[in-house]
């Protein structure tokens, strides 16, 4: 099993970019995918859920400005952040749950390593 996250670098406060997972190893569309970020010394926060029923959920921090995708044909899974600012600063990563209520919450079967987003000021 693998999920490897790409897109990630440095951008200007308010400028945009896109992260792409890209998953192998199990049967992506059976899962619920999601996307999560990781500061140093902070619990990781949830940003979005694109769930195998076809159901879309996000985080406040970021409604509005990040917009969740995915292609069960190509598996991947997909992140657009627009309107970034110095906190959105962190590691993104992408994750598998075969189920979860609310995947915010809950130990995914998979993840990947991350990419980092640095936005400066």
């Known amino acids: 099993v693998r999920l490897v996250e790409s897109g990630g670098g440095s951008v200007q406060s308010g400028g945009s970019l896109t992260l792409s997972c890209v998953a192998s190893?199990?049967?992506?569309?059976?899962?619920?995918m999601a996307w999560f970020r990781q500061t140093p010394g902070i619990e990781r926060e949830g940003l979005a859920t694109?769930?195998?029923?076809?159901?879309?959920s996000y985080a406040d921090s970021v409604k509005g400005r990040f917009i969740i995708s995915r292609d069960n044909a190509k598996n991947t899974l997909s992140l657009q952040m627009n309107s970034l600012k110095p906190e959105d600063t962190a590691l993104y990563y992408c994750?598998?749950?075969?189920?979860?209520?609310?995947?915010?919450?809950?130990?995914?079967?998979?993840r990947g390593q991350g990419t980092q987003v640095t936005v400066s000021s």
């Open positions: 694109f769930a195998r029923d076809g159901t879309i």
């Open positions: 190893g199990f049967t992506y569309s059976s899962y619920s």
């Open positions: 994750a598998a749950f075969r189920t979860c209520q609310w995947c915010f919450s809950s130990k995914p079967d998979f």
